[in-house]
Protein backbone atom coordinates (compact mmCIF):
# COMPACT_ATOMS: atom_id res chain seq x y z
CA UNK A 1 0.00 0.00 0.00
CA UNK A 2 1.23 3.08 -0.89
CA UNK A 3 0.28 5.58 2.39
CA UNK A 4 -1.83 5.64 4.69
CA UNK A 5 -5.15 7.50 4.05
CA UNK A 6 -8.76 5.91 3.37
CA UNK A 7 -8.29 7.03 -0.20
CA UNK A 8 -5.05 5.20 -0.36
CA UNK A 9 -6.69 2.09 0.93
CA UNK A 10 -9.66 2.33 -1.71
CA UNK A 11 -7.45 2.83 -4.29
CA UNK A 12 -5.60 -0.13 -3.17
CA UNK A 13 -8.79 -2.31 -2.54
CA UNK A 14 -9.93 -1.15 -5.97
CA UNK A 15 -6.96 -2.90 -7.71
CA UNK A 16 -7.27 -6.05 -5.54
CA UNK A 17 -10.78 -5.91 -6.84
CA UNK A 18 -9.86 -6.07 -10.21
CA UNK A 19 -7.26 -8.35 -10.15
CA UNK A 20 -9.73 -11.46 -8.72
CA UNK A 21 -12.28 -10.32 -11.09
CA UNK A 22 -15.35 -12.11 -11.43
CA UNK A 23 -14.60 -14.64 -8.47
CA UNK A 24 -16.94 -13.60 -5.41
CA UNK A 25 -13.94 -14.44 -2.98
CA UNK A 26 -10.66 -12.58 -2.11
CA UNK A 27 -7.82 -15.14 -1.21
CA UNK A 28 -5.03 -14.50 0.76
CA UNK A 29 -2.75 -16.12 -2.38
CA UNK A 30 -4.66 -13.28 -4.49
CA UNK A 31 -3.31 -10.16 -2.32
CA UNK A 32 0.56 -11.81 -1.69
CA UNK A 33 0.13 -12.15 -6.10
CA UNK A 34 -0.55 -8.81 -6.00
CA UNK A 35 1.56 -6.90 -3.68
CA UNK A 36 4.05 -9.31 -2.18
CA UNK A 37 4.31 -11.53 0.38
CA UNK A 38 4.75 -9.62 3.93
CA UNK A 39 8.09 -9.97 4.70
CA UNK A 40 7.36 -11.17 8.55
CA UNK A 41 6.14 -14.36 7.00
CA UNK A 42 8.96 -15.01 4.55
CA UNK A 43 10.99 -14.78 7.31
CA UNK A 44 9.41 -16.78 9.77
CA UNK A 45 8.73 -19.81 6.64
CA UNK A 46 12.47 -19.14 5.74
CA UNK A 47 13.34 -19.83 9.52
CA UNK A 48 10.88 -23.05 9.19
CA UNK A 49 13.53 -24.09 6.49
CA UNK A 50 16.34 -23.69 8.10
CA UNK A 51 15.27 -25.64 10.81
CA UNK A 52 14.50 -28.46 8.53
CA UNK A 53 17.41 -27.94 6.81
CA UNK A 54 15.94 -27.62 3.46
CA UNK A 55 18.01 -25.23 1.69
CA UNK A 56 16.13 -25.42 -1.50
CA UNK A 57 12.88 -24.33 0.13
CA UNK A 58 15.04 -21.59 1.54
CA UNK A 59 16.46 -20.32 -1.27
CA UNK A 60 13.35 -20.23 -3.43
CA UNK A 61 11.94 -18.20 -0.29
CA UNK A 62 14.71 -15.96 -0.69
CA UNK A 63 14.96 -15.97 -4.24
CA UNK A 64 11.10 -14.61 -4.16
CA UNK A 65 11.90 -11.86 -2.38
CA UNK A 66 14.69 -10.60 -3.75
CA UNK A 67 12.54 -11.13 -7.11
CA UNK A 68 9.66 -9.09 -5.20
CA UNK A 69 12.52 -6.31 -4.41
CA UNK A 70 13.30 -6.99 -1.20
CA UNK A 71 17.53 -5.99 -1.47
CA UNK A 72 19.86 -8.67 0.44
CA UNK A 73 20.50 -6.57 3.31
CA UNK A 74 17.10 -6.40 3.95
CA UNK A 75 16.46 -9.92 3.99
CA UNK A 76 19.54 -10.71 5.93
CA UNK A 77 17.81 -8.03 8.73
CA UNK A 78 14.36 -10.45 8.75
CA UNK A 79 15.90 -13.29 9.20
CA UNK A 80 18.39 -11.94 11.94
CA UNK A 81 15.60 -10.38 13.53
CA UNK A 82 13.50 -13.62 13.58
CA UNK A 83 16.45 -15.67 14.68
CA UNK A 84 16.89 -12.88 17.81
CA UNK A 85 13.18 -13.94 18.66
CA UNK A 86 13.41 -17.58 18.34
CA UNK A 87 16.89 -17.12 20.64
CA UNK A 88 15.47 -14.74 23.18
CA UNK A 89 12.33 -17.32 23.77
CA UNK A 90 14.46 -19.75 24.28
CA UNK A 91 16.51 -18.40 26.58
CA UNK A 92 13.26 -17.39 28.84
CA UNK A 93 11.96 -20.50 28.04
CA UNK A 94 15.30 -21.85 29.89
CA UNK A 95 14.89 -19.23 32.74
CA UNK A 96 11.46 -21.28 33.60
CA UNK A 97 8.98 -18.42 31.35
CA UNK A 98 5.72 -20.22 30.13
CA UNK A 99 4.53 -19.88 26.21
CA UNK A 100 2.10 -16.94 26.85
CA UNK A 101 4.57 -14.91 29.01
CA UNK A 102 7.19 -15.30 26.17
CA UNK A 103 4.61 -14.68 23.86
CA UNK A 104 3.50 -11.44 24.99
CA UNK A 105 7.07 -10.22 25.76
CA UNK A 106 8.07 -11.41 22.38
CA UNK A 107 4.99 -9.49 20.57
CA UNK A 108 4.05 -12.68 19.04
CA UNK A 109 0.38 -12.69 17.46
CA UNK A 110 -1.94 -14.88 19.41
CA UNK A 111 -2.87 -16.63 15.76
CA UNK A 112 1.18 -17.51 15.24
CA UNK A 113 1.79 -19.04 18.47
CA UNK A 114 1.39 -22.69 18.06
CA UNK A 115 3.63 -22.24 14.86
CA UNK A 116 6.32 -20.00 16.21
CA UNK A 117 6.81 -22.59 19.55
CA UNK A 118 6.47 -25.77 16.96
CA UNK A 119 9.46 -23.92 15.42
CA UNK A 120 11.38 -22.84 18.48
CA UNK A 121 12.06 -27.06 18.65
CA UNK A 122 13.97 -26.95 15.52
CA UNK A 123 16.75 -25.03 17.61
CA UNK A 124 18.53 -25.02 20.60
CA UNK A 125 20.26 -21.81 21.76
CA UNK A 126 24.34 -22.37 20.54
CA UNK A 127 22.76 -23.55 16.90
CA UNK A 128 21.07 -20.25 16.85
CA UNK A 129 23.72 -18.12 18.56
CA UNK A 130 26.01 -19.66 15.89
CA UNK A 131 23.36 -18.54 12.96
CA UNK A 132 22.77 -15.05 14.65
CA UNK A 133 26.81 -15.01 14.22
CA UNK A 134 26.97 -16.31 10.22
CA UNK A 135 24.48 -13.71 9.78
CA UNK A 136 26.11 -10.80 10.92
CA UNK A 137 29.33 -12.11 8.81
CA UNK A 138 26.93 -12.34 5.72
CA UNK A 139 25.33 -9.02 6.51
CA UNK A 140 29.23 -7.17 6.60
CA UNK A 141 30.07 -9.18 3.56
CA UNK A 142 27.25 -8.05 1.65
CA UNK A 143 28.16 -4.08 2.56
CA UNK A 144 31.78 -4.51 2.34
CA UNK A 145 32.58 -7.07 -0.40
CA UNK A 146 33.07 -6.59 -4.47
CA UNK A 147 30.96 -10.11 -4.50
CA UNK A 148 27.51 -10.00 -5.64
CA UNK A 149 25.06 -9.12 -2.87
CA UNK A 150 22.79 -12.01 -3.47
CA UNK A 151 25.00 -14.39 -3.92
CA UNK A 152 26.79 -13.80 -0.80
CA UNK A 153 22.56 -13.84 0.28
CA UNK A 154 22.25 -17.43 -1.06
CA UNK A 155 25.61 -18.81 0.09
CA UNK A 156 25.05 -17.70 4.08
CA UNK A 157 21.70 -19.30 3.79
CA UNK A 158 23.16 -22.67 2.50
CA UNK A 159 25.24 -21.93 6.08
CA UNK A 160 22.40 -21.58 7.46
CA UNK A 161 21.19 -25.02 7.03
CA UNK A 162 23.88 -26.81 6.89
CA UNK A 163 24.91 -26.40 10.56
Known amino acids: MKGNLPIDLAGELEKLIAFVGERKSIKASDVEELVGRSVEASAFDIGWQIGRRDAASALRLVSDLMRSGKRPHEIVGVISWHLNRLLKALELRG ?15 WKDTDAFFGQMKAFDINEVRSKIKALLAADLDIKRSRYDQGMVLEFAVIRLCLF
Open 95 to 109: NGRCDNDIAAELGIR
